[in-house]
């Protein structure tokens, strides 16, 4: 059986793995998954799918794409009914899994790989769950929970704040893991509001965001290539809007929405 220590891990695939087992054995009672189907994301070494059959869930599919080890997952969980081994890119899944069998999952949990926090995130949102235990770099939580008007608020809060309800359950120090990534980590509980986010709406969103410290007015004009309008249509879009003289980044998660939406429409109909 493959250990940690004879593994060379890739950096490129996010490996850091936790060895702290009381940290894995409380993701697993945050999870609250007695009875319960589980996805789990990125298995890596299976130790916190162990923690999730311990448990007791009902059926666990364990996403890992890395095919050494998937393979030795395989191996380790030969006996187990209860687990089904998915040697996938979780981004590139579909969603109900192989074939597109649809079935609803109870549960998700994951120690994302930290390279892939933002798209894994946007894309559990396609995913019908009841609770979700997800691992993450702290920074990028604190980014995903900051209030408008503070510093770390972008984007990433706008968004996770309308889709996710969350709940930070504990930090985890860098040494919990091997090798120790470089930052602290955050564990959280996230349940999906049901509320969904507009592509066009997405995409102003994301424009203005990339100049969130200017107001709605600057960044709008700011952003005309990638609006696809003229700098002139841009003026007009900006100088049209009531809140122009509002900064980007004070705009509550519902208000950044709506005035996205509202920029979003008028650039149709100029553009
Ligand atoms: N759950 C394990 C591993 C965490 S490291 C633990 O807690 O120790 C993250 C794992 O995600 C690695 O095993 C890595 O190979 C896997 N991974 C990285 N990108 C992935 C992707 N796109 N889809 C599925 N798994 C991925």
Do not use: W
């Not at 549960?107 to 979700?132: G, H, Q």
């Not at 980590?185 to 507009?198: H, L, Q, Y």
């Amino acid at each position: 059986m493959l250990t940690i220590d004879d593994f060379k891990p890739s950096k490129k695939l996010g490996q850091n793995f936790l060895v702290d087992e009381s940290v894995a054995e409380r993701e697993a009672e945050y999870l609250d998954c007695n009875g319960k189907s589980v996805l789990e994301i990125g298995a890596g070494t299976g130790n916190l799918t162990e923690k999730i059959l311990e448990a007791g869930a009902r059926e666990i599919t364990a996403i890992e794409k890395d095919a050494r080890l998937a393979r030795e997952l395989r191996v380790k969980f030969v006996e187990e009914k209860k687990i089904e081994i998915e040697h996938a890119d979780f981004l590139e899944r579909e969603v109900g899994g192989e074939a597109g069998k649809a079935k609803k999952i109870d549960r998700i949990a994951s120690n994302v790989p930290y390279c892939i926090s933002s798209p894994l995130l946007f894309k559990l949102t396609e995913y019908d769950f009841d609770l979700a235990v997800l691992c993450l770099q702290k920074e990028f939580v604190e980014h995903m929970v900051a209030k408008p008007g503070n510093k770390k608020y972008s984007r990433l809060s706008v968004t996770s704040q309308t889709c996710f309800e969350m709940e930070v359950m504990e930090l985890v120090p860098p040494y919990a893991f091997r090798p120790q990534p470089k930052v602290s980590s955050a564990i959280i509980r996230v349940k999906k509001t049901g509320k969904e986010i507009e592509k066009e709406t997405a995409k102003v969103l994301t424009n203005i965001f990339s100049h969130k410290k200017n107001t709605i007015r600057k960044a709008v004009i700011s952003s005309a290539v990638g609006l696809n309008l003229e700098k002139k249509q841009a003026m007009e879009v900006a100088d049209s809007l009531e809140e122009k003289n509002e900064r980007v980044f004070t705009l509550e998660p519902e208000r950044a929405l709506a005035i996205s939406r509202k920029i979003g429409e008028k650039c149709g109909k100029i553009g």
